[in-house]
């Protein structure tokens, strides 16, 4: 049973530039969530999709945006990048809107922005 | 927006000892996530938690949500060295997955 996978793993991008990061979520999800984690803080909510749609958004500015798949994986986009976008960006699935509220984590891709 | 505070903020614990950390709010949360992460890793679920008052074990582990619905413990006995990590407590409160809030973690060191 595959578990939540992301990718890349790394990425170095310049300010200005445009990012795209990938997940596929945990078999049997259908929900996925995106959290930006900054070094030494807890994560914290960009958006959350289900059935393509963005369901919830956090506090993150309109550079952020989302896409959601037929087949459940999803897409994070960010564009006009900044330094301060250099963060763990971590992707969590479930299985709404069933009664399973737990996410499972996928491992993250380390953006870094110079 | 809401906020949840964990307390300590960091511990060094010999090991065999038993570990205790929280997590409280100013505001009501109905469920209660405990999640740990090691370096370079995304969190891992341990415990969840849905009704004011429960008590949930996970082999060492052992979690509750608080009365008020404001807070939330996590114990760990008999600590080993894979203890060791940062542990992160996320609440939500709309009962329907839609955004989780983290605590900032508390970060465990388990000396040999």
């Known amino acids: 049973d595959a578990g939540v996978t992301q990718s890349p793993t790394h990425l170095i991008k310049t300010r200005g530039q445009q990012v795209t990061l990938r997940c596929s979520p945990k078999?049997?999800?259908?929900?996925v969530s995106w959290y930006q984690q900054a070094l030494g803080q807890g994560p914290q909510f960009i958006f959350q999709y289900y059935e393509e749609e963005e369901r919830q958004r956090g506090n993150f500015p309109d550079r952020f945006s989302g896409h959601q798949f037929p087949n459940y994986s999803s897409e994070l986009n960010v564009n006009a990048l900044l330094l301060g976008d250099s963060a763990l960006y971590l992707c969590a699935s479930s299985a709404l809107p069933l009664h399973d509220l737990e996410q499972y984590f996928g491992p993250g891709t380390r953006l870094t922005v110079t | 927006g809401q906020q949840l505070n964990q307390s300590p903020q960091s511990m060094f614990i010999q090991e065999g000892e038993d570990v205790s950390m929280n997590c409280t709010s100013s505001s009501i949360f109905n469920t209660w996530l405990w999640y740990k992460q090691d370096p370079g890793e995304g969190p891992v679920l341990l415990i969840a938690l849905y009704k004011a008052g429960e008590l949930t074990s996970n082999g060492r582990l052992t979690a509750q949500f608080g009365i008020t619905r404001k807070d939330s413990f996590l114990n760990i006995s008999a600590s080993i060295p894979s203890d060791v990590g940062i542990y992160f407590c996320?609440?939500?409160?709309?009962?329907?997955?839609?955004?989780?809030?983290f605590g900032p973690g508390t970060r465990l060191s388990v000396l040999p």
């Open positions: 996320a609440g939500e409160t709309d009962n329907y997955g839609q955004n989780f809030v």
């Open positions: 078999s049997g999800h259908d929900t």
